[in-house]
């Protein structure tokens, strides 16, 4: 423990891998010669030009990003997304919703300010513990998309099998689940993610988007930054980007692609999750709360059998060193975020944790 950090369990801003940080320090009073800081730097100059036109690049690589997809760095984090996605795409004025939780919630409630929202499937009558049956959906003729969030952050759900759309293009927020497992981005139209989740710092959302979705004609009140064309045409160079999210993402991209790409993320992430899910399968005191067919494997929400046990919990977690593991204020429990940064003996110790203080509360 060479600087004394905590293991961060928090959904986000969430842990980034410390040799990434580590780059980053040594780089931040004088970028590579340049004589200042990433964060003095004109978004005109040749050295960000470099650093941007990395920055996609690693990530076309490290996604297998087809050409006709564009990549956007759009300020204004995921929520504005809740409203790009809607005043950008629906033409005819009508899209579905698929609601799994706390964010396709928020979203579905920002498209109904453009437009008619279905939702074409819901698991709130179990708490949202489930992924729904996506295999044959009510989907009309002149829907514009239809829209899922891929991995509920609060809920702790993940698709594993995406929804057949009929041939509409699929819309999804990747936020808590972006670059953690491989993605064959031909299946949809549209991805984006807020990148404080599992890349970088806060305030920037990334989009990949066809080509043939950025519209030339929207209603004129569209905001010109609103406006997916305007980035487009930019190279996310409009106004003055988020330099620095920018920068720090493209470092993170480059060290998943040293570490072996998302297939080698992907099995980490598996076994970082089997440790924890296993524990809680085998526990007395705790448990998941989500079916095991749909678990996610960033986000693992759980309880014990009472409200007041929960607290107990988490306060003893924080004097043994661990952080953020209060369950969402929406659901309550625990949860640990173990996002790709998060390393195999932050769950491990965890894991021993939990099971310590089990052992030490038995009835
Ligand atoms: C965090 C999160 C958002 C919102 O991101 P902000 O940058 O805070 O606006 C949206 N969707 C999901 C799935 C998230 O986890």
Redesign the pocket.
Known sequence: MKYNRTYNFS??PAMMPEPVLEEIAGELLNYRGSGMSVMEMSHRSKVFQQIRDEAEADLRALMGIPDQYKVLFVQ???????AMVPMNLMRNGIACYIETGA?SK?AIAEAKRYGEVRIVASSKDRNFSYIPDCSDLDIPQNADYVYI?E????NGTTFYRLPDTKGKPLVS?Q??MFLSRPCDVSKYGLIWA?V??NVGP??M?IVIVREDLISEELDERVPTYLRYKTHADSDSLYNTPNCWAIYCCGKVFRYLRDMGGLEVMHQRNQEKAKLLYDFLDSSALFSGAVVPQDRSLMNVPFVTPSKEQDADVVAASKAAGFDNLKGHKSVGGLRASIYNAMPKEGVEALVDFLREYESAHKA
């Open positions: 959904a986000g204004g984090g995921g929520t504005l997304e809740f964010w928020k969030c991995n509920e952050t609060i927020d936020s808590s807020g404080q989740k806060a305030g959302a």
